[in-house]
């Protein structure tokens, strides 16, 4: 039980987080995607460290949650982060959730609730060698950096998708290192974390994580980015567990199927819930989506908007 709150109250702060941090990154220049120059913009909106302030307490329950139970199960539970977020976009449009909103909250539900009860995420298996550590680490990484380069040749809203899924793979990569953390603290204090290497990658892996989802937050609407974002967290989070973290899933047939099942529910449920009318546009509502134009006319576009 600790857990499920734990990652619900999670869930609920990233949700809130990302609405807020995606109203103020629609309004800094174009001119610094992909820069890091645009997190200092970013720094200088309220609106904008009040959605980070919300997200670093989610990432702080997340924490808790995975020190205590196991990423195959605590990743589940954050992707109901689309959940809030839908809530607050609703009360800020006034947008009802209709047919569409109710069936994406009832599908991304089920498939939660689907996954966990059938696969019953457990820990204690054996952890896995160096080089499966390694390998696992180094196929997310190189997927994230792939999504980047594929996605920098596409226009604003596809963009923003392979740049959320590329920032979703390196927070499911977080999430797993952020398990690896909490155990060395438990068993060799806070001193454990100066002298292993995970807790910087996680650091890494957060920065550059929070580039890419501003950027994609910055260049097209909510629904183009939050969707992949949510959903490839968890995915990425459960392969890592399972590949280097010794997670243990019932591995039945009957307990296979209804976890795919629950996984595809899931990705269902954030499709339609990311689609619906109350997520906010942004700033390319009014852009026509045909007209593609060149990076090295961002700081026109940016002064254009200005």
């Keep these: 039980m600790a857990v499920f ?4 109250g999670a869930a609920c702060c ?3 987080g990302f609405v807020l941090q995606q109203r103020a990154a629609q309004r800094a220049p174009l001119a610094d995607f992909l820069s890091f120059r645009l997190l200092l913009d ?3 909106m309220p609106e904008w460290l009040l959605g980070i302030a919300s997200m670093v307490a989610g990432q702080v329950l997340g924490a808790l949650a995975l020190t205590h139970g196991e990423v195959s199960q605590v990743e589940p539970l954050l992707a109901t982060n689309l959940l809030f977020a839908m809530a607050l976009s609703r009360w800020l449009s006034n ?5 569409s909103g109710w069936g994406g909250v009832v599908v991304l539900a089920l498939g939660v609730t689907a996954f966990i009860v ?3 995420p457990s820990g204690g298996g054996h952890l896995a060698s160096p080089l499966r550590h390694w390998l696992v680490f180094g196929v997310v990484v190189g997927l994230a950096m792939l999504l980047t380069a594929i996605g920098k040749r596409l226009r604003p809203t596809r963009e923003a998708t392979l740049l959320s899924l590329a920032a979703g793979s390196l927070y499911g990569l977080q999430d797993a290192l952020t ?3 909490g155990t060395l603290v438990h068993d060799g204090g806070i001193a454990a974390v100066f002298t292993h290497w995970q807790p910087y990658v996680i650091v890494g892996c957060g920065l550059t994580g929070l580039l890419l989802v501003q950027s994609a937050f910055e260049t097209a609407p909510l629904r183009s980015s ?3 974002l949510t959903a490839a967290e968890p995915l990425v989070g459960i392969a890592c567990g399972v590949g280097f973290l010794g997670d243990r899933l019932r591995v039945t047939p009957g307990a296979l199927a209804w976890q ?4 595809i529910a899931i990705v269902v449920g954030v499709v339609l819930l990311g689609s619906h009318p109350a997520m906010p546009e942004g700033p390319c509502a009014t852009r026509d989506p045909h007209q593609v134009q060149p990076r090295q006319h961002l700081g026109r576009r940016a002064s254009a908007r200005h």
């Excluded at 795919?260 to 996984?263: N, S, T």
């Design 42 to 44: 970013l720094l200088k």
């Design 260 to 263: 795919v099942i629950g996984l």
């Design 95 to 99: 947008q009802p959730l209709g047919r």
């Design 226 to 228: 939050l969707p992949a």
């Design 14 to 16: 990233l949700g809130f």
């Design 5 to 8: 709150l734990l990652g619900i």
């Design 179 to 181: 398990r690896v953390t």
């Design 118 to 120: 059938a696969g019953r």
